[in-house]
């Protein structure tokens, strides 16, 4: 089975904070990518990557960067944390090819940002 | 402009009876559908999709329907188990695939009673 694996299940942090947000799959998938999910706004990205060192901005990619140094590892970064930030984070990863026909995604880190 | 809407926020079912979660859409250019579901403290996972050339994908007690004339796709759970219970997620897509094509729905809680 795919695993995807979020280093943090929960996290608190400041305003003004840099944060730093891992991801690791283990099934060599080309594409990952980061959602956030909102109640009432669903899932929405905020940035993918097909490959490594290349990355694409989602819908919201404002207030965030990236990481893909590793096939394996995605990184999602607040530079500056703001309390609008506070969210459930989403990782996935899909194989090649149409990487819309099944996502695999982590089981979330809870962002507080006070 | 949420292109994807799931007007329930929830819905509870007795065991052994239908569930019947909905989805409706706006860009008649989606071609290709799905549903994810999410258990709490976990990522979402696949559960079924359609491509638009269809009307009908079953798998075990899952069954999607797609309308594509009113935009609208309907997932049914027979007979519905307490283990069904968690947040249902429909999304689609435009083919060509790319990740900025995917678009999630707002969800549908669905709780089944023993």
């Known amino acids: 089975d795919v695993k995807v694996t979020q280093s943090s299940r929960y996290l608190v942090k400041r305003t003004g904070e840099k944060v730093f947000l891992e991801c690791v799959q283990d099934m060599d998938h080309e594409n990952m990518f980061w959602y956030r999910q909102d109640p009432g706004l669903g899932l929405r990205l905020i940035y993918f990557?097909?490959?490594?060192?290349?990355?694409e901005k989602g819908d919201i990619p404002e207030g965030y960067s990236v990481s893909r140094e590793k096939k394996e590892r995605f990184s999602l970064i607040l530079e500056s944390a703001s309390t609008n930030q506070t969210s459930m984070y989403l990782c996935a990863s899909s194989p090649p090819g149409r990487i819309n026909e099944k996502l695999f995604f982590g089981s979330g880190t809870q962002l507080s940002v006070l | 402009d949420q292109q994807v809407k799931q007007n329930s926020p929830s819905l509870s079912v007795q065991e052994g009876r239908i569930s019947i979660l909905n989805c409706d859409y706006t860009n008649s250019m989606f071609d290709y559908f799905l549903w994810y579901k999410k258990y709490p403290a976990e990522g979402p996972t696949f559960l079924i999709s359609i491509s638009s050339i269809k009307d009908k994908n079953e798998d075990g007690r899952f069954t999607v329907f797609l309308n594509k004339s009113a935009k609208h796709l309907s997932l049914h759970i027979v007979p519905s188990q307490p283990g069904d219970s968690a947040v249902y997620f429909c999304a689609a897509s435009v083919t060509p695939t790319g990740a900025n094509n995917l678009f999630f729905g707002t969800g549908t809680r669905l709780t089944v009673i023993p």
């Open positions: 990557s097909y490959d490594v060192k290349m990355k």
